[in-house]
């Protein structure tokens, strides 16, 4: 028989990332759509094929379903995941899982509890270019800068909404273990409170690591680069990978049929927990304790400004 899983949130990132690798599972896959939105669901049943729709989280629950795909609004998750955990649901959900530490904390042991996955949607960690610098000899130094065409974000959302994917991705390309003792510096600078710029550094005995996001760089750009004895490699948009040596500059690229979910890290990140929810024996693909450490780093950094901004 196969699996069945629910999928919560039919909107932008849905539909963008997420229901088109979906659709082309459906021979392995039964899934159940939840929408109040017929019109919606009569669109999207037409573009992909999807079978399968009901209106509401308690009649998905009631489908006995195996997992559940979260794509709410953050402020929505932690009471959808909560209730998912309770129901016996493997959960799947957006970055970031919660905008509050505490509550991140909570709902992972509730998962443990009831030795179910709750597995947060850091895909970039699944980017093929990205998965290979991780797997490539110990970094000395490791920067992501994501940055921002001159937008304006309240400096709450920013952190957990774009911050939490450069600090995710410079812990996992930089081998940082979540048992070691993390030498953290903050910076920060924001104006009413829209946030500018703000930067993590993270210092161990051997290595050190910054993420960073600026909001007003004049272009969209993401570049993570890694710096060891062979080489230097910096990765830009997760697509064109530099490898500079003493003897000259390599350069990677997708073949130009490379669907861009492929690119950046979706399409593998569903199926690896589509595997894990049909395989007891398969792993998180995105281990709780390499979240629960990105989450607390982004959640110092605003702990940090708002103490800076009491100080005012």
Not at 134 to 163: C, G, H, S
Request: aromatic content about 8%; proline content about 5%.
């Amino acid at each position: 028989m196969m699996i069945k899983i629910g999928v919560v949130g039919l909107g932008g990132i849905a539909q963008k990332a997420y229901l088109p690798v979906m659709a082309e599972m459906q021979d392995q896959v039964e899934w159940i759509l939840c929408t109040r939105n017929p019109v919606k669901l009569a669109t999207l049943k037409q573009k992909y094929g999807f079978k399968n729709a009901v209106a509401t989280v308690a009649e998905l629950v009631a489908q006995q379903i195996d997992a559940v795909f979260i794509h709410t609004p953050t402020s929505t998750h932690a009471e959808l995941v909560q209730l998912f955990l309770q129901a016996g649901v493997h959960v799947y959900v957006d970055k970031p899982v919660s905008d509050d530490y505490d509550t991140v904390k909570a709902l992972y042991q509730l998962a443990d509890d009831k030795n179910l996955m709750l597995t947060a949607g850091f895909n970039r960690r699944f980017a093929p270019l990205e998965a290979r610098l991780q797997t490539e000899q110990q970094p000395l130094v490791v920067k992501v800068e994501k940055n921002r065409n001159n937008t304006e974000q309240p400096v709450k959302f920013a952190i957990f909404d774009l911050m939490i994917h450069a600090v995710d991705t410079a812990l996992f390309v930089g081998h940082f273990q979540t048992n070691i003792d993390l030498n953290c510096q903050y910076q920060i600078s924001q104006s009413n409170n829209m946030l500018q710029y703000c930067a993590i550094t993270v210092q161990s005995q051997r290595k050190i690591m910054t993420a960073s996001i600026n909001m007003q760089a004049g272009a969209n750009l993401e570049i993570t680069e890694v710096q060891q004895p062979a080489c230097t490699q910096r990765l830009s948009n997760l697509t064109k990978l530099q490898t500079v040596t003493a003897a000259g500059t390599q350069v990677t690229n997708f073949p130009d049929w490379t669907p861009t979910l492929e690119r950046r890290g979706f399409a593998p990140l569903i199926r690896a927990f589509v595997a894990a929810v049909e395989n007891p024996d398969h792993p998180n693909p995105v281990s709780p304790e390499s979240s629960l450490l990105s989450h607390r780093l982004c959640q110092n950094l605003l702990n940090f400004y708002l103490d800076q901004d009491g100080k005012h």
